[in-house]
């Protein structure tokens, strides 16, 4: 039974930090390219940011440069994303996703990742 699961969400006011963290079981994503995404309310699901499965490559959509920062530990099986100087337009549900192996970049698009999280709410208040 292979699972994502995330954690570290909640609510927190403008400015603050928060630190995702997914963990994950079920086998190991150590060949795996690994993404954080977020949906909010009547919106579409989008990337926030990857890394690839050795740990060299990382994405960032450009609203969060800077600010946001993805790690894997591939000895803990996890996933992290260190989220610094949230603004209100961060909210929303994050969810941890990770793709099939590969020696490919990571992909930005949803489709390309096979295993997915529940989803942990991030609320950032002004």
């Known amino acids: 039974q292979v699972r994502l699961v995330e954690s570290g969400g909640g609510l927190v006011q403008a400015g603050d930090s928060l630190r995702l963290s997914c963990a994950a079981s079920?086998?190991?994503?150590?060949?795996?390219?690994m993404g954080w995404f977020r949906q909010a309310p009547g919106t579409e699901r989008a990337i926030v940011a990857a890394?690839?499965?050795?740990?060299?490559?990382?994405y960032y959509t450009d609203s969060v440069k800077g600010r946001f920062t993805i790690t894997r530990d591939d000895a803990k099986n996890t996933v992290s994303l260190q989220m610094n100087s949230l603004k209100p337009e961060d909210t929303a549900v994050y969810y941890c996703a990770a793709s099939g192996a590969s020696m490919v970049k990571p992909s930005t698009k949803s489709g390309a990742y096979d295993y997915w999280g529940q989803g942990t709410q991030v609320t950032v208040s002004s």
């Open positions: 890394i690839s499965w050795d740990g060299v490559t990382t």
């Open positions: 079920g086998r190991t994503f150590r060949h795996s390219n």
